[in-house]
């Protein structure tokens, strides 16, 4: 059996050794080693100021919607189908933290 892990990201506004970002890797590392989980190294991203990971901007700011994502949703064009309806809630749930009310307006569809 094999099962693929996509995304773990570990952030941490202290980089030392202490209580910092190294000692959260040195956890992350420990665990998957335990677990016999291995990491590939050409898709590690390791100490980085900032990454685009599942459409969003991560750094020391926060989380944020990267522009060419908002471009693809505020593009798409009327819904005429069931299908089409599914796929702008599946595309726009990611933004769900910038609505207000997103769930109950998106129930009213």
Known sequence: IDIYYDDVVIGSYDF???NGYLSY????????YKCNIFIGPNKSFIAF???IVLGRMVNSIGISTIAERLVAIT???FLYTLKDLKYFIGA???I???IL???ILIALL
């Open 75 to 77: 593009t798409l064009e």
């Open 49 to 51: 100021p900032s990454a």
């Open 92 to 94: 726009t749930g990611f």
């Open 25 to 32: 890797l040195r956890a992350i590392f420990e665990a998957l």
């Open 16 to 18: 030392g050794t202490t």
């Open 96 to 98: 769900y933290y910038n």
């Open 101 to 103: 009310l997103y769930s």
